[in-house]
């Protein structure tokens, strides 16, 4: 990861090669743009007006070579897109950091100063963090196997004009600890299914634990067995690569605890390869299968990061991994399966195998323990179905909930954290498309609806609780990259999630 530091020194001063500066309108430049635009007799705006069309639009980017008037070599004047009478939101700043980054990249500097100093010094704290988020976030590289390395010459990044306050060391810890998370998730998905199996997944939550004080249980196959499994273990049965079921808690330090707020549970789809089975998917659709185990990955990294940010509420995190593959021993259409909570379910597609292992997962999360409180809340995300992509396209997460106050803290979480989420039905009518006249449940619906189709069958396997379902497989995953986002794998929820615990945590 590159350096960031934060200074108090003003932008104008920051001895960096390229220095960034925010634009929130072109009328109204703000006085730090102000004052260097008078110190170069005006030219500074005049030739970002001569450039650029809408200078102060989300992403303008504009670098002015300085020719030794300026401390810094290149001034970037990038367009915030706020609108008028708006005050720049976090996901503005980071959005800010992103085209700095990109900017500092296609210039090929080493050093690269983000100013924060528009802002009021209360908000000032908040921009710091986003700005220092958005800029780790935005210069995440998957390490890769490229024979050849590439020269990424931006090494340091300096959030200038930043206030030394209290407030201001806590945003710069919280924004390092969920980038880093992030990047951890995003490796995940990044690597080869050959790298990452179930096994591998395992091995991933037992260093999450050690680094961050949690406590991590992993069910192999015969566990699996003796708990009546029977979904989990006929989707991962055709691969070599056995499947796990993990599990990984945090406990709040007694004195910190919500005494008698119930756990908050997140479950996440861990198949680390998704060949379709038996129902085997053409050729094009797997090559990007193996991604299918990003919600696990999520759940991963924001437990990863709940362990270092400490919130006075139990998060238990669950990952359902397994490899689906063809094979003679493979688990077939037409074949019933019986779940750990005793339900049972025909299977008339193994490709529809995410549900049955959350079938499986979720059973088991939501089961009542003896002598511990019941899960306040149980949040599931899962590439589950291609369907949500042609319903909300790459841009936007679907959520189905059984509780709507769950369901507006997962999109209110996701809004802050620039995850974007919309809310899709869970029509009753619709539970008709999954019966089947030999078991409680099949695993496919009518082919319509098919998003909704995959949150009705989850609902069965929940006891309850207050629930929400995140169908991720649209947005796991960036073939062009965004903002802040490279190309690949994208670590969408660890941030969604970990604002959702504290969301929660803070009202328990
Ligand atoms: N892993 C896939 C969903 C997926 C598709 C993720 C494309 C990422 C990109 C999932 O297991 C699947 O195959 N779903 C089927 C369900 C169907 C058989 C009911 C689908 O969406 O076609
Ligand atoms: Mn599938
Ligand atoms: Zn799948």
Redesign the pocket.
């Given at each position: 990861m590159i350096e960031i530091e934060r200074s108090r020194t003003p932008a104008a001063r920051t001895r960096v090669e390229m220095l960034a500066l925010p634009l929130r309108s072109e009328t109204e430049p703000g006085p730090e743009i102000a004052a260097l635009d008078e110190s170069t007799g005006g030219r500074l705006l005049a030739e970002v007006r001569r450039r650029c069309a809408e200078p102060a639009k989300r992403g303008s980017t504009f670098a002015w070579q300085t020719h030794g008037e300026m401390p810094q070599e290149l001034v970037a004047v990038i367009g915030l897109g706020v609108p008028a009478g708006a005050e720049p939101t976090a996901e503005d700043w980071r959005r800010f950091a992103g085209a700095a980054v990109a900017a500092a990249r296609q210039a090929r500097v080493r050093s690269l100063g983000l100013s924060v100093a528009a802002c009021a010094r209360p908000a000032a704290a908040a921009a710091t963090g986003a700005v220092i988020e958005g800029a780790l976030l935005a210069t995440y590289r998957f390490a890769g196997f490229r024979s050849s390395r590439s020269d990424a010459r931006l090494v340091r990044c300096v959030v200038a004009g930043s206030p030394a306050t209290r407030a201001a060391e806590e945003a710069e810890r919280r924004a390092r600890v969920l980038a880093e998370a992030t990047a951890f998730a995003r490796d995940l998905v990044n690597l080869p299914a050959e790298t990452v199996t179930p096994a591998h997944l395992a091995a991933a939550a037992q260093r999450v634990a050690r680094s961050a004080r949690l406590s991590v249980k992993v069910l192999g196959p015969r566990e699996l067995r003796r708990l009546g499994m029977g979904a989990i273990l006929a989707v991962g049965r055709a691969s070599r690569n056995e499947p796990r079921l993990i599990e990984i808690v945090y406990r709040p330090r007694s004195g910190r605890a919500r005494r008698g707020a119930g756990p908050i549970v997140l479950v996440g789809k861990g198949?680390t390869f998704?060949s379709?089975g038996l129902?085997l998917?053409p050729a094009a659709?797997m090559e990007?299968?193996k991604?299918?185990m990003a919600g696990g990955a999520a759940v991963l990294g924001a437990m990863r990061a709940i362990g270092r940010l400490a919130p006075p509420v139990e998060v238990r995190g669950y990952v359902a991994a397994a490899e689906?593959m063809p094979g003679g021993d493979a688990y077939r259409p037409g074949d019933v399966l019986r779940t750990c909570i005793g339900k049972t379910i025909e299977v008339l597609?193994t490709?529809?195998?995410?549900r049955l292992v959350l079938a499986d997962a979720l059973g088991y999360a939501t089961r009542p323990r003896r002598g511990s409180a019941d899960p306040s809340c149980v949040v599931d995300l899962a590439?589950?179905?291609?369907?949500v992509?042609t319903a909300l396209g790459r841009s936007v997460a679907a959520v189905l909930g059984n509780d709507a106050d769950v369901v507006r803290d997962v999109i209110e979480a996701g809004r802050v954290s620039g995850e974007p989420i919309w809310e899709l039905p869970l029509v009753d009518e619709y539970m008709a498309g999954l019966d089947s006249p030999i078991a409680d449940l099949r695993?496919?619906?009518d082919g319509t609806a098919?998003t909704i189709?995959?949150g009705l069958f989850l609902r069965e396997f929940v006891h309850r609780q207050p629930w929400a379902h995140l169908d991720i497989?649209g947005v796991?995953f960036t073939d062009k990259g965004s903002a802040y986002v490279p190309r690949g794998a994208v670590g969408w929820g660890v941030r969604t999630l970990v604002d959702l615990v504290e969301r929660r945590s803070a009202r328990a």
């Open positions: 198949i998704d379709g129902s998917k659709s990007i299968q991604r299918d689906n597609n490709d529809a195998e995410g590439t589950l179905t291609g369907a992509t695993n496919t619906g098919g189709y995959g497989a796991a």
